[in-house]
């Protein structure tokens, strides 16, 4: 045997892990060539290190988070494929389709992989469809842990008995009891704090850890935090939840689970309340990785603190970590949280209430409701007035005016965000400075005035590059490139969109990416690459589809109807434009609503339905004029002027493309490629129909015409519009 190459096999070693350690010792030692296998749940160790090499066999593969609910594809993972086989085995009539892949892979998710656990909930299909075992998982995995009722389930619990009265000693017992107190992931520090208390003190608690690692019953998972300085590693801990239930069970037999749940909430309430401070500075994209990872033990203590009607503990968390759902795209489930909290914290402290009442209104406006938004604002400004906390007051004014640019209220807005710039370099507070730049950027951008908007997005870009922020550059980035973009720049924007989307992605916003990706598809579709624009739009409409933002939803709606008329589908280009004003119903984006409505306009006018498309033209009119934005009024002024052409009322129509050429030049922003072909067309047609002195007596009539006189002349022309 010393003289051959052979494999030897152990296998389930764990139950005489001393003995096989020492036979493999003395093997190896007589027999060089000797290759051994041993499969346990515990390394062997004892003298063979540096010998022994350890390969973890993982549970089944899983879709990653944001994979696309594809049965086709879904089936490419084991995990899920394990489920159908089963699934097929229990009903003969089951398949994997639409309408159950959303609950298989949440079941499969739930189960982590784990073969036997998954072939028991797919038995369950022989009485129960997937989304009733979804449903019912929880209490599946309790059930199946204090009554096992097949042989299958016994075998399975019956391992997990050995593993903890056989396997496991005294201390390695305790600790592995308090780590069901962890959901998800989690920290070592997490557990030398949450852990630690008679007999175990933190020292103890690394190396029973170790141990726990070695005997399989705690994952661990290397973790790439993604930073400015570069990756950073980190490992974290894990118990499946089938192991973790278990030890949630012998946790209450012990008669310790109500004091370290206190230190789970404890050192949670304090992780969210440290963590605050860093979701807006140079390291906030580690932090916000940091709280990720963490995410579900604070969900969990919310929880238990629900059920203990204790809204303070939760006022302090979702107080805190909004930021963090904001930035994540986690709008829904923060807002549940937060509306609790500002619901049932009756007593405490006000400030806590002030910023709660400041997220709640945040995360409705990244959803686009602003009317929402604006109620919870006010009502944390209120708070803040009567605390006399400027920096409090200085925030919600800036948000307050977003809510004023949104509805063309600019008076009203820039007062709002002067007063918080006033405070905010009363106290030199250098990220309020440059966030108020950047909001009266948004400011001078709808209002036409492109130079000034450059030059105070750049201040605020200064500012934020300055300070290292990752999530105030890219957003800066974003809206210097949407100015850029309107003065022609089209490839300098695209790069200044790409350097965002970049930082979207190291911070992990869906949603900003989402809005980045629709932007460069503007891009593409304004260089013509309509195909490339479709894609992107197509992509940020799934992405805002799944995160419920409206506003996203309606913008990129409409880029595919912009698309859908250049390629001549006016049905199609139709559909996504009625899909907008359906959406509008409750949110009131007046300005998207005008500039769709335009179109619609011009839809309904080629189809035959000409008093339909005036009014809708009437209609476009109304909502552009009262936001008083130029470049979405200069748009409808370019549809009309083909509408005139139609008519064949060719002096009215080359007034019109008179006014467009003269509004461009007087603001700053240029006619897209896409469509510069088809406007020189057109005006070069038009001037055919018409004679020298007709052309020179519109060019020095439109010369001398202010901003109020145009809107009145554009007003006209859409009244008189045919409708035979």
């Not at 296998?37 to 062997?44: D, H, P």
């Not at 807002?335 to 709640?360: M, V």
């Not at 920096?391 to 008076?411: K, P, T, Y």
Request: glycine letters at 6%.
């Amino acid at each position: 045997m010393s003289t051959f190459n052979i494999l030897l096999i152990l296998d389930s070693s764990e139950h005489m892990i001393k003995a096989c350690a020492d036979l493999v010792y003395v093997l190896l030692k007589e027999c060089p060539k000797l290759k051994i296998i041993v499969t346990s749940r515990e390394v062997l160790g004892r003298g063979l290190q540096g010998k022994e090499r350890r390969y973890q066999v993982l549970p089944l593969a899983l879709p990653p988070e944001d994979y696309k609910i594809d049965p086709e594809y879904l089936l490419n993972y084991d995990a899920i494929k394990l489920f159908e086989e089963r699934g097929i085995a229990a009903d003969q009539s089951f398949k994997i389709k639409n309408e159950n892949a959303w609950y298989v892979l949440k079941i499969c998710r739930k189960l982590e992989g784990l073969p036997v656990a998954i072939e028991l909930a797919a038995a369950m299909l022989s009485f129960m469809s997937t989304k009733s075992i979804w449903e019912n998982l929880d209490s599946f995995i309790t059930n199946l842990i204090l009554c096992p009722q097949t042989k299958e389930q016994e075998t399975l619990i019956n391992a997990l008995n050995w593993s903890y009265e056989e396997h496991l000693g005294p201390e390695e017992k305790i600790l592995f009891r308090r780590l069901s107190l962890f959901s998800g992931t989690f920290s070592l520090n997490a557990v030398r704090k949450v852990c630690w208390g008679t007999p175990l003190d933190e020292n103890k608690i690394v190396n029973l850890l170790s141990q726990l690692v070695n005997k399989s019953l705690v994952q661990v998972h290397l973790i790439l935090f993604e930073t400015q300085a570069g990756l950073r590693e980190e490992k974290m801990y894990h118990l499946l939840d089938i192991i973790k239930q278990y030890a949630s069970e012998k946790l209450k037999d012990s008669g310790e689970q109500a004091h370290y749940q206190k230190q789970h909430t404890y050192y949670y309430t304090n992780f969210a309340l440290e963590h605050e401070s860093k979701l807006s500075c140079m390291h906030q994209a580690e932090c916000l990785e940091e709280i990720e990872q963490e995410h579900n033990n604070l969900i969990s203590v919310m929880r238990r603190a629900q059920e203990d009607k204790d809204a303070e503990t939760i006022l302090k968390i979702t107080s805190s970590i909004w930021p963090f759902w904001s930035k994540r795209s986690y709008f829904s489930e923060g807002l549940l949280w937060l509306k609790y909290a500002i619901a049932n914290s009756e007593t405490g402290d006000l400030s806590l209430k002030a910023k709660a009442l400041k997220g709640a209104g945040a995360l409705v406006y990244d959803q686009g409701n602003y009317q929402a938004a604006e109620q919870y604002f006010n009502q944390s400004l209120d708070i803040y007035t009567s605390l006399n906390d400027e920096g409090g007051v200085a925030g919600v004014l800036s948000f307050l005016g977003l809510i004023h640019i949104s509805r063309g209220e600019f008076e009203e807005a820039s007062e709002k965000i002067n007063n918080s710039l006033l405070i905010r370099k009363k106290y030199s507070h250098d990220l309020g400075i440059a966030a108020c730049y950047h909001h009266l950027g948004h400011i001078e951008r709808a209002k036409g005035n492109l130079q000034k908007a450059k030059e105070l997005f750049e201040n605020s870009l200064k500012i934020r590059r300055e300070l290292n922020d990752p999530w105030g550059i890219a957003k800066v980035t974003g809206s210097h490139a949407d100015v850029i973009r309107a003065k022609g720049g089209y490839l300098k924007a695209k790069d200044l969109l790409e350097e965002s989307l970049t930082l979207w992605r190291l911070i992990k916003d869906q949603s900003e990416i989402a809005t980045c990706l629709r932007k460069l598809g503007k891009i593409d579709f304004d260089l013509g690459n309509l195909l490339e624009a479709q894609g992107k739009f197509k992509e940020s409409l799934m992405m805002k589809t799944q995160l419920l933002d409206n506003l996203g939803i309606v913008l990129s709606l409409y880029g595919l109807g912009l698309i859908a008329v250049k390629n001549n589908k006016l049905k199609e280009a139709q559909i996504y434009f009625d899909k907008i004003l359906a959406n509008n119903q409750a949110l009131n984006y007046d300005l998207i609503v005008g500039k769709t409505m335009h179109w619609l306009g011009l839809i309904h006018y080629f189809n035959g339905e000409k008093n339909i498309g005036r009014q809708y033209f009437k209609d476009a009119y109304e909502c552009i004029r009262q936001k008083k934005h130029i470049k979405p009024m200069n748009d409808l002024i370019s549809n009309l002027s083909q509408v005139k052409y139609l008519e064949g009322n060719y002096q009215e129509a080359f007034m019109l493309i008179c006014i467009t050429i003269k509004l461009r030049e007087q603001f700053g922003f240029k006619i897209p490629p896409v469509y510069s072909d088809s406007f020189d067309k057109r005006n070069n047609e038009i001037q055919q129909k018409l004679t020298k002195e007709e052309i020179i007596e519109v060019l020095n009539r439109v010369k001398i015409m202010d901003i109020d006189e145009i809107f009145v002349f554009v007003k006209q022309a859409i009244d008189n519009v045919e409708t035979n």
